[in-house]
């Protein structure tokens, strides 16, 4: 579904991923774990259009959508839920949701879906944004990228400042939207979290990809354990 072919993206004269490539089959979970600063966040804003590449290919459904702006990509079926959840707090929750179908999606039906994967979106429909707890938002942000009918989702961070009992309702949440058949293409700082729920991932290192393969796989590799799960090895 998603193909990277050499991507190079530059902030200025910093380079941030240098050449990277790698693929997302339909219906799959693939993650990209790294330390911050690697470029795992720029890799999605690559995809959705918010920075253009330097060079390199992005094909999507063997499309070429490299550097299509923002918009033009959601309506091919790519939805963006950034990191640190980019609600409007000044609008109601439905009316966040809203703003998710603006450009496409069928908005009472989605609307529905939404409630039904957060119940307590539907009790909070007519507060404000701002008002909600951390995971609440979280919710809501997710809740909004589906909104556009996505065939593939770009999650950023979704545990990120969030309460452990509310992480673990969200990666309940985005294992059931994948059984529903929807892909998704995860950064997480959470990498045992992101391998164990995983398909495949990518092990991105100073804007180089280091390491792939399998989730399970990589979670056994003592070089990943080592550097991002917390573990010395003797």
């Not at 450009?103 to 007519?126: H, T, V, Y």
């Not at 969200?170 to 045992?192: H, P, S, W």
Request: glycine fraction near 10%; include cysteine; charge should be neutral.
């Amino acid at each position: 579904m998603l193909e990277i072919e050499d991507l190079w993206v530059s902030y200025g004269s910093v380079e941030v991923l240098e050449g990277i490539s790698l693929k997302v089959n339909k219906g799959e979970i693939v993650s990209l774990i790294g330390s911050n600063g690697a470029g795992k966040s720029t890799t999605l804003m690559a995809i959705s259009g918010v920075i253009r590449p330097k060079r390199g290919k992005i094909l999507f459904n063997s499309e070429d959508i490299t550097g299509l702006a923002p918009h033009r990509v959601l309506q091919k079926g790519i939805s963006h839920c950034p990191e640190g959840r980019r609600i409007l707090p000044r609008l109601t929750v439905l009316e966040n949701l809203e703003l998710g179908a603006f450009k496409r999606g069928d908005k009472k039906r989605n609307i529905e879906r939404a409630f039904g994967i957060f119940p307590i979106l539907k009790e909070r429909a007519n507060q404000y944004g701002g008002t909600l707890s951390g995971g609440e938002q979280q919710m809501l942000a997710l809740a909004r990228a589906l909104m556009s009918d996505p065939e593939l989702l770009l999650l950023d961070e979704p545990s990120l400042g969030i309460a452990p009992v509310i992480v673990e309702k969200v990666f309940e949440t985005i294992q059931a939207i994948r059984q529903e058949g929807l892909t998704i293409l995860l950064v997480e700082q959470n990498a045992y979290a992101a391998l164990a729920l995983s398909d495949r991932a990518y092990v991105l290192e100073n804007g180089i990809i280091r390491l792939q393969g399998r989730g399970a796989e990589l979670l056994n590799n003592d070089e990943v354990r080592r550097a991002y799960l917390g573990e010395c090895m003797i």
